[in-house]
Every structure is written in structure tokens, then in C-alpha cells.
């Protein structure tokens, strides 16, 4: 179960990583609606450069076979505590994600009229928090 389980959150993971090299490679589609916005003036409240992009990319790939690692479907790589480490690292970075930062994300945000509040009600936060509990259950089940 715990391989499973592992594997539905790497997949997962492997795909956000591979959208955001669409982006690092000048892909457009969906850019505009994955950055948080300003309620008033739709303006992004940060704008990722090259290296930021490439960087969550790298995160996502790597947090997906530290999991594959943790259930042994990879050998592991480094100190035998580190692949638990990241992934209760995972989980609760995914939970904290999903719970937000009571602004502009998460599921207590109070911005809520922009295209990425929607999306981050309806997708993403739901997302983080199904990753967040899927690995939690993962590593329960150790």
C-alpha cells in the first residue's frame, strides 16, 4: 500500500514538475492563473524569473523521488534518515500549503474574486491537501 500510495504522489509531483519546465521553456498556457493576484488591479503579486521556475521545477521532481526513495522503489541516496525526513517534510509543507497564509492562498485566504482564488479553491488548495494527507498516510503506514 505504502508504494501505492507513493507512487499516486510522485505521478502527481513528476506532472507539476513537467508543467513548470513547459513554463521554464516559454510555454504561456495556464502561467497567468498559477501566480496569486492583487484583488483591485488583478496584478501579480510576484513575478517568478528563470531560476525561480527552474527551481520549483528541480523541488517537485526531487520531492517525487525522495518518496520513491523512502518506500524503496529507488535505492536511497545520502544518510538512511533523509528519506523519511523529506517526506514528512512533504507532507507537512503540502498541509501548510493548503491551509495558506490567510491573504492571497490557501483555504483561509481572504482574497477570493481573482481567476487564481478560484482556482485556488477549487484545485490547488484541495490538491496540497489530498498530497499533504495521502503522504501522511504513506508514512503512518511505516
Not at 483591485?40 to 518518496?67: D, M, R
Not at 534518515?81 to 501548510?96: M, N, Q, T
Not at 485556488?120 to 484541495?126: E, F
Request: proline share 6%; glycine share 8%; with cysteine.
Amino acid at each position: 500500500m505504502q508504494v501505492v500510495l507513493a507512487s499516486m504522489v510522485s505521478a502527481v509531483l513528476f506532472l507539476i514538475g513537467c508543467i513548470h519546465l513547459y513554463w521554464l521553456f516559454g510555454g504561456r498556457k495556464g502561467f497567468s492563473i498559477a501566480i496569486p493576484t492583487r484583488s483591485n488591479t488583478n496584478s501579480p503579486l510576484f513575478k517568478p524569473g528563470l531560476f525561480g521556475v527552474a527551481a520549483v521545477t528541480l523541488i517537485f521532481w526531487a520531492a517525487a523521488v525522495s518518496l520513491l526513495m523512502f518506500v524503496e522503489v529507488f535505492p536511497p541516496i545520502g544518510p538512511s534518515w533523509l528519506p523519511r525526513f523529506a517526506a514528512w517534510s512533504l507532507a507537512v509543507v503540502f498541509l501548510l500549503r493548503a491551509i495558506g497564509e490567510c491573504r492571497a492562498v490557501g483555504i483561509f485566504k481572504s482574497i477570493r474574486d481573482t481567476p487564481f482564488a478560484r482556482l485556488d479553491s477549487l484545485i490547488y488548495s484541495p490538491l496540497c491537501l489530498l498530497l499533504s494527507g495521502l503522504t501522511f498516510w504513506m508514512l503512518l503506514l511505516a
